[in-house]
């Protein structure tokens, strides 16, 4: 999907609180472009709670999920919108006003946060055209794997429309998406009839606990944008575009996780000398970052280990590695604690 998104920004302000804490995150992440997954830490029992289908409308004339999130894609590329979402997680509540609009076939995109300290998250260039891996296997496009083997949503999911809302005065799906396997996080979505913009989205975990809430108070999708409207956007590399829509990046890592759960294939890869070597994985919903940097051998003999969690989003920390090679290794993502340890624990030079 679109790579700022709510759910993004909100992790690139994890790195920059992360920053200000003295954790060595020296990167600006905006990665994986997807509608994002955000639901409050509320509840164990039942967390789907639709509104119940119509008389008139039986669940057999529900549309189908694939034919949903593929307007779903197609929608957040090409809907000038603008609204005001509620940002719920571990007993915390933020607001913000999104804005996204199409100017010349680019995209802009930008976040404000309303309580808090005053801050903006913006961007802006990239071609309304480019489709990222997650774009790909969002709309059901499988992705073959040099194994042979190839990466498809249906694969890792089990997803169904499953009834219907009300969100922000607008009738909406709302849809399922139950994990396969251990290895990723349940999805619900609500999504607007008229628009196909998720107006309400839940992370929740295997033990049906809702992670994160993002909902929205308040959507215009009648609205207009200049330029002028997104001011101090940084610009999208559109080198991802560049590419033959099935191929997947290179990552050239001398460190590289030796296990990824299976369903994520490699969608991004990027390397400064500040922020070392950047890997994103996704599997159309979810998606996690791998950062390898090298670092000074007068730090190298340090032992030292975190873990955060925000709601769904999980940061892992490690210091390892020979004396001759020490590296930081971390990882930022929307999947479980346990299977981030194994892909971060997994970290080893490449042969």
């Excluded at 529900?62 to 999130?69: C, G, H, I, K, T």
């Excluded at 994990?179 to 295997?206: C, F, N």
């Excluded at 290179?250 to 990027?270: R, T």
């Amino acid at each position: 999907m679109i790579a700022t998104h709510p759910r993004v920004c909100q992790n690139v302000y994890i790195l920059h609180e992360l920053k200000k804490a003295k954790f060595a995150f020296g990167f600006f992440l905006c990665v994986f472009g997807i509608w994002g997954i955000f639901a409050a830490q509320i509840a164990h029992a039942n967390v789907i709670h639709p509104r119940q289908a119509s008389p008139n409308l039986a669940p057999s004339s529900f549309p189908q999920a694939s034919d949903v999130l593929a307007k779903v894609v197609s929608a957040l590329k090409h809907t000038n919108y603008r609204g005001r979402i509620t940002y719920e997680q571990n007993g915390k509540l933020e607001v913000m006003e999104v804005s996204h609009a199409v100017i010349g076939g680019l995209e802009y995109e930008k976040i404000y946060f309303l309580n808090g300290d005053d801050r903006e998250l913006a961007k802006q260039g990239k071609s309304v055209g480019c489709q990222s891996m997650g774009d790909k296997l969002l709309s059901g496009m499988p992705i073959n794997l040099s194994s042979g083997n190839f990466a498809a949503l249906e694969k890792s999911y089990r997803m169904a429309v499953i009834g219907e809302d009300r969100v922000a005065g607008r009738s909406a799906w709302v849809l399922q998406m139950l994990p396969a396997d251990e290895y990723r996080h349940g999805v619900i979505y609500t999504i607007d009839k008229s628009s196909y913009i998720p107006l309400k989205t839940m992370y929740v975990s295997s033990s049906r606990k809702v992670l994160e809430r993002l909902h929205f108070v308040s959507l215009d999708t009648d609205v207009s944008f200049k330029v002028e409207d997104f001011p101090g956007s940084t610009e999208y590399s559109n080198t991802r575009c560049k590419r033959d829509k099935t191929e997947m990046p290179q990552g050239e890592s001398q460190w590289k996780p030796s296990w990824v759960p299976p369903g994520f294939v490699l969608s991004a890869y990027s390397f400064t000398e500040e922020d070392g070597h950047i890997e994103t994985y996704t599997d159309g919903l979810a998606s996690f970052t791998v950062i390898i940097k090298p670092l000074q051998e007068q730090v190298a003999s340090a032992n030292f280990s975190t873990n955060l969690r925000k709601g769904a989003t999980i940061i892992l920390l490690r210091h390892y590695g020979s004396a001759q090679m020490p590296i930081q290794a971390s990882l930022l993502g929307e999947i479980p604690s346990d299977v981030a340890g194994r892909i971060l624990s997994s970290v080893k030079p490449v042969q």
